[in-house]
């Protein structure tokens, strides 16, 4: 059965009759990342991106790939660096997202295709305050019309969804179109125009006609969901009996949306540390092959293992060594979708900017955070909420004054002195051995007393050191730990001394605090390919001396999936079980052909239906005739009256309404966005 | 079906020919006439495909024609328009001016400059290779890069064009990943052949825009060509001197003539090869597009001042020392006397 014969199929099922009864209303969803470059989202891709960047490889957006499509169900052609869609010339095209202009021609005379055309190139940069989801892309607009760039020159920003340019078919075009591309910077990797939201969207355009998104019950058995159209795809997950589900014809399969409640992040790593399951790792945080010629000053003391599974250490230890780079190699999970990393890094003075160099499925990019941690800390200073200490070195201006009063002797260390005054509470936590050096300060003594208490449990019997001023804890092991100010004295004399103090906690090695994680970005994998973080030593702020050497620590990097929607593939087995009862209708494509008004005259499939400036009664509608359709076009359905249907429509320019009668709908969209708040990403 | 002819026409020069519905439309001041290209070696005169484009005549008369791409059975099953990865080569043609087709030049051709001598026909293919056809033999050029257009001098002895990086193609152009692929695939240009040594002798610009669409002035001393800054606003129409020995090298940098643009104080681009020259190379004539793709003639003095837009139309011809005949809207031949602004 070809595609043809398919759409009649549907077309047959799906008719007006069936069509729901409430009003249907233009899309509702969370703001996408990228918009349209055009008004109203009726255009034919007629050339789509090719996904699969190998010379002689083609993957179109849906995942059709060369020898794999049956005939005309290939929309791309190998290389393709975009999205070609078809319209006429002098369409208005509108700015994606907010960014400013890299490069811009307008001069070349339409419809000349003498091997240069117009063209517009947008940045839309962090460094302009116009990144895309937190990451800097450049979107390019081709093929445009003579003196059809709307910004003047270069550097110009642009807001999004404003007018940028008009198209027209300049350079190598054989027709009027647009060439829209995205890519991702700094590496301006090519990706696929549908990023992030665009992907979930693409049932909103025609491809050849076909009737598009249905509803379908996959009945009593249990299907398989596949990553795509052919059972040689993995299988994402079985469908229970009787699911419900949106899907997209695409010949033999279809393209469904998964009815998945949000997902529960799900880390990599468990937190002893272990690799959780669906996840591998190819090595553990490996060395550059340049580390080892490196001599480390500060001594074998100061390394550190990386991971459980490796035996190999960083230390980033002598300066100038750029190209010392620490690498965690993994294995993605058989899951496609957004991914979140987190990392950590000892929280001192050189952790303001690390670099990190990730490697998803859009290319290599370096991102830069600051994971000093938390400056003033959390916690209150209570026993149950302590003054997290997550710096170094923490120093922080507190005071007893109204400060609980629950501790009024330590032990073992410190034993017999009053300290019957308020007290604040202090936590930090050592992941590897350090020297910790405690400082108090205050004025007022010696009426005004505040005593520092190093503790190894959240109690009073468990203090390990004591001090008026200052101690020093030598080679302190890895834990947990708390530090007490307490104002010191007996009874009345106790409350008195308490006062406010300058309290400073230094690590002699650096912690990776739990305030240092940082989330790095959201990221996509291709099921199970290989992918990295590296942190690069070059990148690290103000560098190391050998007496304080920065590393990167064992586990380190975190990867948190962050799926609440995705799609799979389902097989031509449910395409008898089309639920065509319910939903709202948001889109609706048009029919002209002969079982719209009972001929079978095969040039109906040419004629035109008119569309009026009002709804009608039954068949019969005197208003005005305001526009026309042809089999196959798209258009955004706004309201319902009777078998009427009020769509948008366009000049190109503004957007106008008109009715048409549901005789000629051969499909429909449902509003597949509502309730969406986040989106799966290829 | 003509305008009247305007003084100053020279019966002696080439009468100026269009393209009008797959024919050919020649403005003979004794006897306009419309033929049909037929092949004379059939026994009835087979028509010919429908002419795609006329290039210009040789010495002898002949005019230098392309026919119509065949249609492949991949477009036809594809009609959608797209970035095209293969141009539809073209069928180019010696046409007596009595129609019948005189000889083949070639095939898959994109583009054809014949000599102003009118010996020689130099062609580009769909791939942008270059060729020069002379006496019934085609020499293929080995060219620093993938060549889109050309220019002769007004002896016949040089040749401007405008090359694309080697590794230029449709297919790397709408394939490029990076936008600095992109603009790199967007840098031409102009290098100068010489036939009488049958080699490139000087590389003529070597601008990162876009330098295109070259033409000689009548004395052959200058080069003026259309350059388009690679990111920029920029661009318009420009000369380049060359120096008089020989020709082959620029003797300072190019002169912009006009800057491109519709607004107060610039120029609309012509299209390429669009522009012809008047009175004895005081002043130009030119085809500028416009959104719906028709065109408009302009005229404007040498030096690039006083641009003057004349009428809608398309694809100028000189006639003469003074006139310039073209297609109106309606795609009859009309003529004008530009009067050009100073």
Known sequence: MNGFMRTATAAAVISSAWLPAPLCGAPAQAPPPFGWPFATPTYNITAAFDLDPAAGVMADWTGWRTGEATAGSAHAYDGHSGHDFGMVTGTNLYATAAGTVYALRESVPNDDHSDTGNYLILDHKAATGTAVGGRDFRTRFWHLSQNGVVPASTGVAVTKGALVAQSDNTGNSTGPHLHYAVSLLPGDSQTCAFYHAWWENDEFYTIDGRPCVVYVDTGSGVLNCREGASTSYNIITTLPANSRLVATQRNAWWRVVLPLPPATAREARTAAGAIAAGYSETGSWADSPSKSAVADGSGDANRVVLSGTGSRASTFAAAGDAADAATFAFTAPNQRGLYDIYATWPADANAAGVTYRVTDSNGTSDFVVDQRGNAAGAGTGAKATPYIIARNPYVAAHTTVGAPDEWASYSPQGSGLPENGPENLYRFDLRTTSTVTVTVDHAGYPTKDIDIHLLNAPAPTACIQRADWTLTAPDLAPGTYYVACDSYGSGAAGDAAATAYTLTVAFSDNQPFPDSWVRIGQFSFAPGAGASVQVRESSVTGRVDASAPARVVADAIKIVPRITRRTGWISDTIATRINTASTPVTSVVIRTDATANGDSDTMDAFAEVPIFANSGTGTSNPSAIVGKAVTGQRFVCTARSGDWYQVWLTNGTAATQGWILGDHLVGYHTDLLSGVDDWAMY | ?342
Not at chain 2, 78 to 88: A, G, I, K, L
Not at chain 2, 277 to 295: N, V
Not at chain 2, 325 to 330: G, H, I, R, T
């Open chain 2, 1 to 342: 079906m003509l305008a009247l002819l305007p003084a100053g026409y020279s019966a002696a020069s080439p009468p100026p020919v269009f393209v009008r519905d797959g024919r050919l439309v020649i403005v003979d001041a004794a006897a306009p006439r419309t033929v049909t290209p037929r092949d004379r070696a059939t026994r009835d005169g087979e028509a010919c495909p429908p002419v795609d484009a006329y290039w210009g005549a040789l010495a002898d008369g002949r005019l230098v024609v392309t026919f119509r791409p065949q249609t492949s059975p991949d477009s036809a099953a594809d009609p959608e328009p797209h970035c095209s990865t293969h141009s539809p080569g073209s069928r180019a043609a010696l046409v007596n001016p009595d129609g019948t087709l005189d000889a083949e030049l070639g095939t898959g051709v994109l583009r054809a400059f014949p000599s102003p001598a009118g010996s020689t026909v130099a062609l580009v293919s769909t791939d942008r290779n270059l060729s020069l056809w002379r006496d019934g033999s085609q020499t293929t050029i080995t060219a620093p890069g993938r060549i889109s257009n050309a220019g002769w001098s007004p002896d016949g002895r040089f040749l401007a064009v405008s090359a694309y990086p080697p590794d230029w193609s449709e297919g790397a152009v709408s394939s490029a990943r990076t936008t600095a692929e992109f603009l790199r695939l967007q840098n031409a240009d102009l290098h100068l052949f010489d036939t009488t040594r049958m080699a490139f002798v000087g590389q003529l610009t070597s601008d990162p825009g876009t330098e295109y669409g070259p033409f000689f002035s009548p004395d052959g001393r200058s080069i003026f060509y259309v350059w388009l800054h690679a990111t920029e606003d920029r661009g318009g129409l420009m000369r380049l001197d060359l120096d008089r020995d020989g020709g082959t090298s620029a003797t300072a940098p190019a002169t912009p003539l006009t800057r491109a643009g519709n607004d107060a104080g610039e120029t609309p681009l012509g299209r390429v090869g669009t522009y012809v020259w008047r009175r004895s190379g005081t002043q130009l004539a030119f085809e500028a597009g416009r959104p719906d793709g028709s065109g408009e003639i302009w005229a404007m003095s040498a030096d690039g001042r006083g641009a003057v837009r004349i009428a809608a139309g398309r694809k100028p011809q000189a006639t003469g020392d003074a006139g310039v005949v073209f297609l109106d809207e309606k795609g009859v031949p009309q003529t004008v006397v530009p009067e050009v602004r100073r």
